[in-house]
């Protein structure tokens, strides 16, 4: 019963800090550009390796050559010409601050190394960005919950622009849940809190830079129109 007062809390760091391993959904670490989705699916089992899963043009496919861990962060984006590619790391394991960093093609060729190390690439128009290990900086907190026995849980974040959001599921007792189901979209320059009510649980959630939610469940990929995105009742806040 202890659980039932413990509390989840989403936090927006300033100063970004390698990932920590948690046991991932059947499907996770979703990621969008255009209508090109990608994620991470397995079994639940945070030993065993993940199967990169590439979801373009309405056709999915499976990456099984790229060697994808539990811990593995990685992102979709575009090399010096435009042309879509995955950015990933690969680490020895969660607790490793300094990774090999790799891009490869959405079509699973041209898997090669980068010349640089850290964690968590995203490469947009050629140019790089990634994680490097820092301690301290500042965080303020965006959301949180009481996870009680409704197992209320946050999915995400993700950014986009100048927009942080994250999924609220409540896959537990409905009447313990903040809403149902939703997508959440924080506007970091005014700091309006959008909500777009969804099912109760998914697997993975991103943001994509036109505004749209999207999310992953049993493997399967939904594309929610911004327009579905609406100021919360205010019965209803995130934090």
């Known amino acids: 019963m202890a659980g039932l007062w413990q509390a989840a809390a989403l936090m927006l760091a300033l100063a970004t800090p390698h990932p920590t391993s948690t046991t991932p959904a059947t499907d996770s670490g979703l990621r969008v550009h255009g209508t090109t989705a990608t994620w991470l699916a397995g079994d639940g089992d945070e030993t065993q390796r993940r199967t990169l899963i590439v979801r373009q043009a309405g056709r999915t496919r499976t990456l099984d050559d790229v060697e994808m861990e539990p811990w593995t962060g990685f992102d979709l984006g575009s090399d010096s ?3 879509l590619v995955l950015a990933y790391d690969r680490c020895a394991s969660d607790a490793t601050p300094v990774c090999e960093l790799r891009r490869v093609n959405p079509d699973g060729t041209g898997d090669r190394r980068l010349p640089v190390t850290g964690s968590r690439p995203t490469l947009s128009r050629g140019r790089l960005a990634y994680a490097r290990l820092r301690r301290g900086g500042r965080t303020r907190t965006v959301a949180q919950v009481v996870i009680g026995l409704s197992d209320q849980s946050y999915v995400g974040p993700s950014f986009a622009g100048d927009h942080l959001g994250w999924y609220l599921a409540c896959p537990g007792d409905s009447g313990g849940c903040l809403v ?8 970091l320059r005014t700091g309006a809190v959008e909500l777009a009510r969804g099912p109760s649980t998914v697997g993975g959630f991103a943001l994509a830079g036109d505004g749209r939610a999207t999310t992953t469940h049993r493997g399967r ?19």
């Open 180 to 187: 149902r189901g939703g997508s959440w979209r924080l506007d």
């Open 81 to 83: 010409r435009g042309r």
């Open 221 to 239: 990929v939904r594309f929610l129109p911004p327009q579905r995105f609406a100021p919360p009742p205010p019965s209803i806040s995130p934090r």
